[in-house]
């Protein structure tokens, strides 16, 4: 065994390694992050200094990434096509930017030195190739990944948190969680020269984290030491909707990718809780299993149903979203026409109170597409099973299908194959 926590098989005869675990973290899980192009590729961050990244197909850490910048608070994805990089913020005042994958995976792409204490949270646009972080140092910094094209410092009246940028198409905005209990909204158009939109004032306690609305346009939620996560409209802040539950202070925020008025949150009392902002707000469901503080949540938009969380208690666990909405996901299995039957809405209908639950995010849109063009009823039975369930035997499912119904064996490697294809190697 080694101090990293992974186990290994050593062969003394052969002088080599037959077998070696790479295990979990050792310390608490700050972060928790879905690559942005690849569902089933699951970053997280620790106070053990690491970063790993786990397969979420086999439920396993594939690879360990060691900044050497002491903890780890944060990870952030890019959104571009053959960029291998992963960015992390931490406690030694450096975002630093790892190679993940490729063949410099491991080492260390870039350091970025803006700030001057404890980097807290970095984020990565989707539509930018830009970045921002903040810290201990009461700065907001924008930059570019080579922070030579782009270096912009946006001050605030004393730490801050969170920072996330808006995920709506059309919108170029971006969101701080500061100490002194404010959400500050800034539109980043022009990234170098980034305007104050709003200051979203309500919360009692440090404003710790932001989550923008994936489907709805200028929403944004806020946790914080208050206790409460808040939703807010940037454009009418003073009739947010308080959701109140949690007996201790509130870290994690994640929306669903498709229902659009499900947020998720996570909170120092180890609980993560499941929220419709619809109207006054409501807790529908309370999770209860995580042992201490829950300081991260992540979904993937290609599939929205499955959900994970990292905690003080040095876990990683995935949850099931449909559980949440279940005639939503009987429909979708035995509809055939998803538009007509009610499945997928327009965003404006789908968060009216009491309107029954549907799907109107952008991944959804593309299944309808993807449904339409299918050969038969088994493809498209497996188009609906890729997007609607957790990942875990699903690509062995596939393939066993795949060899029943095709002329082909399909020997892909998997922990279940069909005996056809078994059946047609040993006898070739």
């Known amino acids: 065994s080694a101090v990293d926590g992974s186990v290994g098989v050593y062969n003394l005869k052969l002088k080599r390694w037959d077998h070696v675990m790479v295990l979990g973290h050792c310390e608490t899980i700050f972060a928790c992050e879905f690559k942005a192009l690849d569902k089933d590729v699951l970053a997280t961050g620790s106070f053990d200094g690491t970063i790993k990244l786990w397969n979420v197909n086999k439920m396993e850490a594939i690879d360990t990434l060691k900044p050497a910048a002491g903890v780890v608070y944060s990870v952030a994805w890019p959104n571009t096509p053959g960029d291998t990089r992963i960015a992390c913020s931490t406690s030694h005042g450096k975002v630093v930017f790892m190679h993940a994958s490729g063949p410099k995976k491991g080492s ?163 609980c993560i809780r499941v929220w419709d902002v619809r109207g006054a707000g409501s807790c529908v469901r309370v999770v209860l299993d995580h042992h201490a503080d829950v300081y991260g949540l992540s979904s993937h938009r290609e599939r929205p149903f499955l959900f994970a969380s990292s905690s003080r208690d040095t876990t990683l666990r995935f949850w099931r979203a449909d559980v949440v909405t279940p005639d939503l996901m009987i429909r979708a299995i035995v509809t055939e026409d998803w538009v007509r039957g009610g499945v997928v809405g327009v965003p404006d209908e789908c968060v009216r109170v009491e309107t029954r639950a549907a799907m109107c995010g952008e991944e959804s849109a593309r299944v309808v597409k993807r449904m339409s063009e299918c050969r038969d009823k088994v493809e498209r039975a497996l188009t609906l099973a890729q997007f609607l369930l957790p990942p875990d035997g699903l690509e062995e499912l596939c393939n066993v299908v795949r060899s029943m119904v095709g002329k082909v064996p399909n020997m892909t490697p998997g922990r279940v194959v069909h005996g056809s294809s078994v059946a047609g190697v040993l006898l070739a």
Not at 254 to 270: I, K, N, Q, R
Request: with cysteine.
């Open 108 to 270: 260390v792409a870039a350091l970025v030195s803006n700030h001057t204490g404890l980097v807290y949270k970095v984020a990565w646009s989707s539509k930018m190739d830009i970045l921002a972080s903040v810290g201990q140092d009461e700065a907001c910094w924008l930059f570019t990944p080579d922070n030579t094209t782009l270096k912009v410092k946006i001050k605030h009246p004393a730490p801050v948190f969170g920072v996330e940028f808006s995920q709506v198409e059309g919108e170029r905005l971006l969101a701080t969680a500061c100490e002194d209990a404010v959400v500050r909204i800034y539109d980043v158009e022009r990234p170098e020269l980034p305007r104050p939109v709003a200051e979203l004032i309500g919360h009692v306690g440090k404003a710790f984290g932001v989550a923008w609305s994936p489907i709805l346009k200028s929403t944004v939620a806020s946790s914080s030491d208050d206790h409460t996560a808040r939703v807010w409209n940037i454009h009418s802040p003073g009739k947010h909707v308080v959701l109140q539950g949690h007996l201790e202070k509130v870290r994690a925020l994640a929306w669903h990718h498709e229902v659009a008025y499900l947020l998720l949150s996570g909170s120092w009392d180890g």
